[in-house]
């Protein structure tokens, strides 16, 4: 079974920094583009950023610059290096897997992992 399990959520200070982690079990991980998607609650997902199989990666505006996606093939684990985080980084954060190469779609999700920046 396709399991992804995020970690790495918590508490930050303003301007701070945190790693999201994804492990990812049950998939050959390096065919897979992967995402990381946030939702803050009663606001619509959103696709921060997403990571394709040749290693290309993707970011929406807002985090250009300050949010780093990558995977390590060998452990099966995808990442999300967060720098200088803002309170409106505050959500909860969901690795998400494209396996059926749509480029669209996600077809597996991870639990979530919450991510809350104070100022």
């Known amino acids: 079974q396709v399991q992804l399990v995020e970690s790495g959520g918590g508490l930050v200070q303003a301007g701070g920094s945190l790693r999201l982690s994804c492990a990812v079990s049950?998939?050959?991980?390096?065919?897979?583009?992967m995402g990381w998607y946030r939702q803050a609650p009663g606001k619509q997902r959103e696709l921060v950023a997403y990571?394709?199989?040749?290693?290309?990666?993707t970011y929406t505006d807002s985090v250009k610059g300050r949010f780093t996606i990558s995977r390590d093939n060998a452990k099966n684990t995808l990442y999300l290096q967060m720098n200088s985080l803002k309170p409106e980084d505050t959500a909860v954060y969901y690795c998400?897997?494209?396996?059926?190469?749509?480029?669209?779609?996600?077809?597996?999700w991870g639990q979530g992992t919450q991510l809350t920046v104070s100022s």
């Open positions: 990571i394709t199989s040749e290693n290309s990666t």
């Open positions: 049950g998939r050959i991980f390096s065919r897979d583009v």
């Open positions: 998400a897997a494209d396996t059926d190469g749509s480029g669209i779609t996600y077809e597996y």
